[in-house]
């Protein structure tokens, strides 16, 4: 079975100031790998997924990732954060091409961005 | 387009009442999923549906039950609350399977708490 592992439950950071928040999984088999983001309130969003082909991902809000197979990472990262970008971002993973495989989430990540 | 709709929003109930949580989508999407979400622990998948008539078990599915009579509707039913099962739940729903695209439309959520 696969698994996903978030590093940080919160990361506190000021507005326009680079982040990164950091996803490792765990599989046997190849995956697709998935960041979505929950803002207060509100249900989850995808933000960006990696399926295959370029490594480098872009997503919405100018969020990009990285899917690292020899690390296996998927780092998700903002060259510039914004107020509005304070939300709960969630890593999830899937088994590669599984007719029935569901989506495995990690524990989430709080990013708190401060004036 | 509505997307995915919950009902309620928000419900108290006692230790060993029953309910139901309801979650329709207009998408007509095949794939349907109940998640929960408690604080720290990210989404665990409790049940989820691949078409009308067909169910199956996510990784917590104990005190939960579903039905798929419709491609609309995936309603949730607990049976004897318990204070474990306050937490805040998700439907989602999902055009192709999560092994194929991961992308999952999300409900605003339905917040139980169980006294």
């Known amino acids: 079975a696969q698994s996903v592992t978030q590093l940080d439950s919160q990361v506190p950071v000021f507005e326009e100031a680079p982040v990164e928040l950091r996803c490792n999984y765990s599989?046997?088999?190849?995956?697709?790998l998935f960041w979505y983001v929950q803002y207060p309130n509100q249900g989850l969003q995808l933000l960006l997924k990696?399926?295959?082909?370029?490594?480098l991902v872009k997503g919405i809000n100018g969020f990009e990732a990285e899917f690292n197979k020899s690390q296996t990472s998927f780092h998700l990262r903002k060259p510039s954060v914004h107020i509005s970008d304070t939300a709960e971002y969630f890593c999830?993973?899937?088994?590669?091409?599984?007719?029935?495989?569901?989506?495995?989430f990690g524990k989430g990540t709080m990013l708190l961005v401060s004036p | 387009n509505a997307g995915v709709t919950q009902t309620p929003k928000f419900r108290i109930l006692k230790i060993g009442q029953s309910m139901t949580l309801q979650c329709t989508q207009d998408?007509?999407?095949?794939?349907m999923y109940w998640y929960r979400q408690d604080p720290g622990m990210g989404l665990k998948l409790i049940y989820y549906?691949?078409?009308?008539?067909?169910?199956d078990k996510g990784e917590v599915p104990n005190g939960y039950n579903v039905s798929r009579s419709t491609t609309e509707d995936f309603p949730l039913r607990l049976e004897l609350a318990a204070p474990s099962q306050t937490s805040v739940y998700f439907c989602?729903?999902?055009?192709?399977?999560?092994?194929?695209?991961?992308?999952?439309?999300f409900g605003e959520g339905s917040r139980l708490t169980v006294l």
């Open positions: 989602a729903s999902s055009y192709l399977a999560g092994g194929n695209t991961g992308e999952l439309f």
């Open positions: 599989s046997s088999v190849s995956v697709y």
């Open positions: 990696y399926l295959s082909g370029s490594t």
């Open positions: 999830a993973v899937t088994v590669r091409d599984s007719g029935y495989s569901t989506l495995t």
């Open positions: 998408m007509n999407h095949n794939y």
């Open positions: 549906s691949v078409g009308a008539g067909i169910t």
